[in-house]
């Protein structure tokens, strides 16, 4: 069976509230330049916020990457035949 894998780089979409992307980088910065010294609670609140923006419903308005990146997939799948996987 042959599948094909498309791996993708992501961007948050764009009508992802600002003030949460910005708490999660303030966050994200502070565990990457330090973690180990930090409460278990904080990195908890950075793996949920990780998560949340993930899950963030995409589509063509607020994330043409992720549209355009489907797109292909289709194309692609359509052309070899293959399953493809974004």
């Keep these: 069976m042959t599948v094909i894998v498309l791996a993708m780089h ?3 979409a764009k009508d992802f ?28 609140k950075h793996d949920e916020m990780d998560d949340k923006i993930r899950q ?14 489907h797109k292909l997939a289709e194309e692609l799948s359509r052309v070899t035949r293959y399953d493809v996987i974004v």
């Design 10 to 12: 992501g961007a948050p």
């Design 17 to 44: 509230p600002g003030s949460e992307l910005m708490e999660f980088f303030k966050l994200h910065m502070a565990l990457e330049h330090g973690g180990d010294g930090y409460p278990q609670a904080m990195h908890h």
């Design 56 to 69: 963030w419903p995409r589509n063509a308005e607020n994330d043409p990457f992720w549209d355009a990146s």
